[in-house]
DNA sequence: GATGAATGAGTGTTCATTCAT
DNA sequence: TATGAATGAACACTCATTCAT
């Protein structure tokens, strides 16, 4: 992990805000520069080219999440008891954080959208993410309901990232306008269902 | 509704799939009139500027969805007799209409990412969608469920919308590799939860 | 052979004098564009790219020195008969021609350092002048001096062209400061050995 | 003369190959930092500007070629005896030292296309280098053939130059491919001049 | 002596747009 | 309706040069 310089740092900060709000192909190194307080030519003492500087910008947005989704599933384990309280940490922090978090505004946005010379490795990069989302998401199930069987249990995998990108879309699009209600939804119908499975179980 | 000219038609066709795949920034009237089969200058005979053919393209992206979304609720309002079934239809054929229509892809990106000086513009007229499609599955709801509550009624209207959500991003992401999966255990857990609801009703 | 319009005429014509007194890196397409008054985006009506120019240029020079040479050879075979004339037409007026002939100045600076990208055309491409012209020379020789054995012939073929390299690189070096008399010597002992060689078959 | 440090020679060095390989204005500080293993400002330290840097290139180059052309006929000054071989040296070692060394390509190139800035003052310096040639040549033709008349001296001085013209020419242009067969013929025609300008003044 | 950072000027190129034809 | 030509503005990027460290 190498150590940036002060002013790239500034740039990828003022970067991340601006490549989310106009896209790869909105943004001008003019515009990044200027909210930097510096001239254009100088951002290329820091990244090679505009290319170089979105992907530096990617990578912090896709290592701040993994690092996030980690923490919260960490946070969870010590926890968690209930089947439909898995992931929930996870989904609940993930609402509040957007609006705070340029890196997570950006990495949607950019992941919807991609530019098309950067798509494929900002798609495999993503896919590797949300890999682990899933991973995380069935550890966290299996744990607290380990009595599923393995269709339900994949069932269950794939309806909770299903809510997961219903919620991101939410907050893209209308920035969390109805996102409360939306959320309350989808994990009630869920935590109906695994009320169902459960009881059946018993 | 004014008719347009077959050029103008023609032009709006290769538009579309050219605007939904490099979005607007990325998007070049040159490349358009080229696959147009003319020349730059000439778009400007049927549009009086980029925002303009952008915005008829996305005119026309609007109205096919309404009358798809219209078309389905109507026949399914012919069959549909459980409440697990509401809103069925339009979901089983969006899926498979996305790979078929660029004007969904179109719409789906646009909304999504719009362009800057556009974006109120884009996101009114998509609420707007949205509410129709509200309005639809509620009554579809309604008329198969009559004895659910206010405030479970809602809940199911926000679960659906979410449901289509985030099949939609399905479809933009990954082109809908994991769609049918991800499509069946969300159903899942909408029917599950329906079908306690109808338990307890009765 | 497509026809040219006159803006691009006009462009060509300012572009192989700044040329060939800048070089192509020396070059800027904004000083072009200025001499051929107009704006330097306007350029690129009319062609693709600076190398796109810089071809354009060197192949109407290249054609000129083929016409050139030809006409000087075919006026010399009409009037030619002692083996000391034979390639003194081509040899007089190239000098005058320099001058005179802005193409002629950029087809020899361009040969001598070309743009790194293009060197492997350029040098192709005036490789194929040079043989076109070590032929004419040798039948010309050969027709007034039909007695020369081959490898008699082949040597001056070879002064015959290191004469013209010779003269040519006054013309460039010091715009013909010293042409006149090295000229003079150059053409004396060629003729003192075609001398001595026809006295000898004598 | 001042001494330069070690790595302003390292500099120089790495600087001379890519001039005459790209020009003057195709060069590029960074590329020559680069090769001298070291960053762009840090060449600041050795020179004062790109000028500088190109003008101590030129000068080294001269230097070397003067003494060089000093050697050859110093050499010759011991050895020769008959006219056809004044000069023959310098002629022969020239051809072999072109493609060893940088400063000579150097030389040649920048002479017969000098960027516009320095135009004048290398054109001084070399001609200042011809007419020692000049003289030289002079020198040694009048030692091997005293009884030359002086417009004939005069004539073979310029033929001789000529000669040397051509070769350069040869040498830069092609990397020397016809270089043999033509400085042969050259020579042969050169030699059965003075054979007989001999033959007659005997 | 060497360098990272910065910068004004300038590069070739693309853009959406206009206009006479 | 269609187009060739033109253009101002903007683009990403490179340049030689400066300066504090």
Redesign the interface.
Same mark, same amino acid.
């Given at each position: 992990m190498k150590k940036r310089s002060a002013s790239a740092d500034r740039i990828c900060a003022v970067a991340v805000g601006h490549f989310s709000?106009? !896209?790869? *192909? !909105?943004s001008s190194l003019s515009d990044i520069a200027e909210l930097a307080g510096m001239r254009k030519a100088s951002l290329y003492s820091h990244f090679d080219s505009k290319d170089d500087l979105f992907l530096a910008v990617f990578a912090d947005a896709l290592l701040e999440e993994h690092s996030f989704m980690q923490q919260c599933f960490d946070d969870e384990a010590a926890l968690q008891q209930v089947p439909q309280q898995a992931g929930a940490l996870y989904c609940d922090r993930m609402a509040q954080r957007y609006g705070q978090s340029p890196h997570a505004r950006f990495l949607l946005?950019t992941?919807?959208?991609p530019? %098309?010379v950067l798509r494929d490795h900002i798609?495999g990069a993503y896919r590797a993410l949300l890999d682990q989302l899933e991973r995380h998401y069935a550890a966290s199930l299996v744990h607290a309901a380990p009595w599923l069987t393995q269709p339900r249990l994949?069932? @269950?995998? %794939? #309806?909770y990232? !299903? /809510?997961i990108? +219903?919620?991101?879309?939410?907050l /893209? @699009? =209308?920035d969390g306008a #109805?996102l409360q209600?939306?959320h309350? =939804?989808?994990w009630? /119908?869920?935590s *109906? +269902?695994l =009320?169902? =499975?459960a009881q059946q179980q018993a």
């Open positions: 709000e106009h !896209g790869y *192909d !909105g946005r992941v919807y959208l530019p %098309q798609t994949a069932l @269950y995998v %794939q #309806a990232l !299903g /809510i990108d +219903s919620m991101q879309v939410e /893209i @699009y =209308a #109805a209600q939306r309350a =939804a989808l009630q /119908i869920l *109906d +269902s =009320a169902t =499975a």
